[in-house]
Each structure stands twice: as C-alpha cells, then as structure tokens.
C-alpha cells in the first residue's frame, strides 16, 4: 500500500502541480511527496497487525473517519513536496491550502469517528503520525521559503525529542511516568496549525510572521519540555508509571 499510495500521489504532483525543484534542490517535488507518504503508511501499517484488522479489513482501513486522516496525510504529503520547490507565483498558494484544508480534516476525523462510533487503534495511530507529519512539513516549507526563521524547525525536533526520550526510558527498562492530566497541549497544537496557515497564505505579511514566531514557539516547547521532564519522573506533578503505546506514533 504505501508503494502504491506513493506513486499514486507522485503522478497527481507531477501532473497537476505546477512546480518546479528549486535551484539547490537535487529532487523533485513529486518525488519528495511521495516518499513522505509512503513513511507515513509504512509507519502506521507496520503497527497494524493482521488480527486489528478484523473480519472486514477494507471497511477497518477505509472507514469515514480514517478516508480524511488518509486524505489529510496526503495533503501534508504534499506541503512536504514544495518544501523542495520553487517559491513561484503559480505555487504560492498551494502550501498553505494543503496545510489549511488538512487541519480542517483533523476538526472533522475524530468528531466523525465519535459520532459514529467508529473509534479504533488504528484511527488514533493515524491521527497521531499524521500530526506529527503535519508538524514536520509545515514548518519546513515555511522555513525552505523564507516565511519563518530556521530556529522555528525546533518545533518539528521537539516532538521527536519526546518520543527519542520516551523510547530511551523504555529500552533501557526505566521507568515512563505519566504526563499531566492537561490539555494544555492540545489547545497549544491548534494555535500553531491556525499560525502556520497563516504564515503559508501570501496574504499574511512575511514580517508579521516572523515578528509572531517566538511568541507562538516558546508556549509549545515549554509544554514538550515539560512533559520530557514529566516521563522522566522530574516534574513535581507526576502520576503513576504508565505506557502509552498509541502516542508513539
């Protein structure tokens, strides 16, 4: 699937988006989006095992809820792609459209996934990666373009940071503590989807953005440095050791 899912969408870059690898670039934007797409298959499908998948594997993987994580991943895919391309009039808008419609996507997925009673592992496995996938090339192309600072990327790192340490703590048979009871996190991850939709429309004044950029950075580190602190059992506010296999993605 993710082979097939790869050449899929490199055929849509090629053939519908009008642009083209930037002078230092060796790729090409179809080839960059593609092989972004196919990580994120690969990562979620070598967690998914065969008995998940249940009695009616297509209905499983290709449900309502998981179709817009799946569209939504595609979308990011496809942000990633231009962070290679050339910043051009005809391709201006394309970023944050992609990214803009995504977020949109993840209002949508878990509001339908709940209504219709159709929560399942592999929906919050997709949900998460794609997240992850979504702060990764956001910020990349914002930055590859000139619209945020290089130290912005740190938001990117930060999350693999988290999970780096986590990983450690569980090899190494240390143990992993709970995170604050808090959704501080979640409100800190929806004010940084609407910043850097913003900063990706060329409507939004490229000085404005970087002006914004460490009031709206420094929040969200502060939260990932917190719950690093929390896993390893330093932060006052500790809970009882727990493994939340999901989140890794």
Not at 104 to 109: A, N, Q, R, T
Not at 131 to 139: C, H, K, L, N, Y
Request: proline share 6%; charged share 15%.
């Amino acid at each position: 699937m993710p082979a097939v899912a790869a050449g899929c969408l490199a055929l849509v870059v090629a053939a519908a988006v009008p642009a083209s690898a930037a002078a230092w670039s060796p790729l090409s934007p179809w080839a960059v989006a593609a092989a972004f797409w196919a990580a994120q298959l690969w990562h979620i499908g070598r967690r998914t095992g065969r008995a998940e998948l249940g009695e009616r594997p297509v209905r499983y993987l290709f449900g309502f809820a998981n179709t817009l994580s799946l569209l939504r991943s595609g979308l990011y895919s496809v942000v990633a792609g231009l962070a290679v391309a050339a910043p051009t009039a005809a391709v201006a808008w394309l970023p944050g459209l992609c990214y803009g419609v995504g977020v949109v996507f993840d209002k949508l997925d878990g509001t339908v996934a709940r209504t219709v009673g159709r929560e399942t592992d592999l929906g919050e496995r997709l949900d998460m990666t794609v997240d992850t996938a979504g702060f990764v090339a956001a910020p990349v192309v914002a930055v590859c373009w000139g619209l945020l600072p290089w130290w912005y990327l740190s938001l990117s790192a930060a999350r693999y940071a988290f999970l780096g340490v986590r990983r450690w703590r569980q090899v190494s048979d240390r143990p992993v503590f709970e995170r604050p009871d808090s959704n501080l996190g979640k409100y800190l991850a929806g004010v940084q989807m609407v910043f850097l939709t913003a900063v990706l429309l060329p409507a939004v004044p490229t000085d404005l953005g970087w002006r914004l950029a460490p009031v709206v950075l420094a929040p969200s580190l502060a939260v990932f440095g917190r719950d690093i602190l929390a896993i390893s059992g330093l932060y006052p506010l500790r809970g009882a050791v727990g493994d939340h296999s999901a989140e890794e993605d």
